[in-house]
């Protein structure tokens, strides 16, 4: 299986500052990777998928980027509503592994 | 509006059977694959099983096949996850998603709870 490894686990800013979280497969995805926004109590929202094709109404500060093993979610100018949790998760056919996310907390 | 509503969740004894369901609307339900995926008490996101748009075609991992069946009625917009030989470790919050643009999961459910405990 294809071992999906997110950093920080972690993560404190403030808003209006720019974040950015990493998500390494470990072999080749070519771009079939996606991230996820999950609020706290809600279920997870799909944000990017193929790595930079950004979700139906997701808002341009989000981007995605990379390919091959290494990929980035980068937030621009955080707004409160961005706060909660992230992850990756590979759609390179099954079985399909999820990172084990990022906390994104307001400092 | 896409909408998918889970129900059949609750606590169960290990060893018992569960069948969740997961009701769709607002799409072509029968021009979709589907996925449920559950997370952990622990936060951990993990897929469960997908079936192909017309049903004729199941993938499961490895920590559930051959305890878990996936499966749908396309007539009535539902999905369905037979679970059986339950273990503590099935205990999760269980989601129902859409496959969508280049089979990422673009629609959850709001999702049910199983809880497997003596």
């Known amino acids: 299986d294809i071992q999906m490894t997110q950093s920080p686990a972690s993560l404190s800013a403030s808003v209006g500052e720019t974040v950015t979280i990493t998500c390494r497969a470990s072999e080749n995805i070519y771009s079939y990777l996606a991230w996820y926004q999950q609020k706290q109590g809600k279920s997870p929202q799909l944000l990017v998928y193929?790595?930079?094709t950004l979700a139906e109404g997701v808002p341009s500060r989000f981007s995605g980027s990379g390919s091959g093993t290494q990929f980035s979610l980068k937030i621009n100018s955080l707004q409160p509503e961005d706060f909660g949790s992230y992850y990756c998760?590979?759609?390179?056919?099954?079985?399909?592994?999820f990172g084990s996310g990022t906390k994104l907390e307001i400092k | 509006e896409v909408m998918l509503v889970e129900s059949g969740g609750g606590l169960v004894k290990p060893g018992g059977s569960l069948k969740l369901s997961c009701a769709a609307s607002g799409f072509t339900f029968s021009s979709y694959a589907m996925s449920w995926v559950r997370q952990t008490p622990e936060k951990r996101l993990e897929w469960v099983a997908t079936i192909s748009s017309g049903g004729s075609y199941t993938y499961y991992p490895d920590s559930v096949k051959g305890r878990f069946t996936i499966s749908r009625d396309n007539a009535k917009n539902t999905l369905y996850l037979q679970m059986s030989s339950l273990r503590s470790e099935d205990t999760a919050m269980y989601y129902c998603?859409?496959?969508?643009?280049?089979?990422?999961?673009?629609?959850w459910g709001q999702g049910t709870s199983v809880t497997v405990s003596s």
């Open positions: 998760q590979h759609h390179y056919g099954t079985p399909f592994t």
């Open positions: 193929n790595a930079k």
């Open positions: 998603a859409r496959q969508g643009g280049g089979d990422a999961m673009d629609y």
